[in-house]
Structure formats: structure tokens, C-alpha cells
């Protein structure tokens, strides 16, 4: 899941959090069993359908969010071209762009509250044993709500080296990327602790 919720609304936001989640698990599981490249490319067209259902704005920025991906896809097509597996290599682009983008959908249309009470409700049972889960809904709320906010980052940074220099953005930018990113985690754990930590944050 790489965005947040989508300012475009539509009907999928309406609808439970946990059906969403579920349904999503169960694509996501399914496409791990079609082996059919047809298949995975009407998935895929499925897919941009459901992106395209709620108007052009919805479906750019939705897109959008997925070109992150482009290192990811551009490794995998590298490797199938010298393993010389193509076709099994498109399946398995076509698996990961779809997965992802069905994911990316979800949080789209999903809050971030409602996901948060899903993965409270799910571990029920490990408070039932007295484990702490407050831990773990933090940390799954922050991994969706930073994402897109490291690859903005990541833009700036990309943007910044265009304006000074005419070479293409390198592996020189991890290192401030790093450091921003490192930063944040200090304002977010300060932010924590100023709210009492985690074990103040479960008892309200």
C-alpha cells in the first residue's frame, strides 16, 4: 500500500474497511495461481478499469503512486531478458503491477483509522494472551502514511539535482534521502513520547 486516501470520493469509500482488506487478500492470493499471460492482461485491464471508474483526476493520481515501481519492473525485465524467460517474465510484471495496484486502490479509498481498527480487531486474540498490539498498529499505521511521504521526498531530491546539474539524479541522493528520512523518525518518536509513548497512547 503506497497512498493515502484519495480526496476524490467514490463509492468504494463507503464500504467496510475489513470487506476491502479481505477481498484484497484473496486477489492477491488469486493471482499467484494464473499462470496465463492472457489472463493476467485482462487482470491487469480490469484493473485500470476499476482505476478509471471514478473520473480522469482519480485515475491520474492513482497511477501515479505506482511509478515507484519502475526500479522494480526494470530489474525483473533485465533479469527474464538475459534468463531469456520473457513470457514467464511478463506474468510476473503483470502479478506485481496488478497486486499493488489493487492495494493501492484499497488505501485510496480506505482512512487510515478504519485500517488501524481492522488490525486492532485482528488481534483480539493476542491481547486475549495479554500482548501488547499497540505497537503494531503504530507501526503498520506509520509504514502506510510514510511511504508516500519518503518518495515525495525522493522527488524533491530528484528535482533539486535537475536544477544543478544536467546529468540524470544517481545513487547520490540516497545518502540525504537517508538522512530526511532519518530525521522524520526522530520528529515522529519525539511526537510519540511527547503523547506519553505507546503505553500512555493504549490506555486512552
Known sequence: MISLTSPVRTRAHDWPAGAKLAALSVATLGLFFVESLGFQLLIAAGVLVLYALPGWVFFRDGLGKLRMLWPFLLILTLYHLIDGSLSAGAVVLLRLLSAV???????????????????????TP???????????????????????????????????????????????????????????????SDALRARGGLVSMEDQ
Open 126 to 188: 493476542l491481547r486475549a494472551l495479554g500482548v501488547s498490539t499497540r505497537p503494531l498498529e503504530i507501526a503498520i499505521a506509520l509504514v502506510i502514511r510514510m511511504t508516500p511521504v519518503l518518495f515525495a521526498r525522493a522527488r524533491t531530491l530528484i528535482d533539486a539535482w535537475r536544477a544543478r546539474s544536467p546529468r540524470r539524479a544517481n545513487w547520490r541522493i540516497l545518502l540525504p534521502l537517508t538522512l530526511a528520512a532519518l530525521d522524520d523518525a526522530d520528529h515522529i
Open 101 to 123: 495496484a489493487l492495494a493501492n486502490l484499497v488505501t485510496m479509498t480506505t482512512r487510515l483509522s478504519d485500517m488501524i481498527a481492522v488490525v486492532h480487531w485482528l488481534c
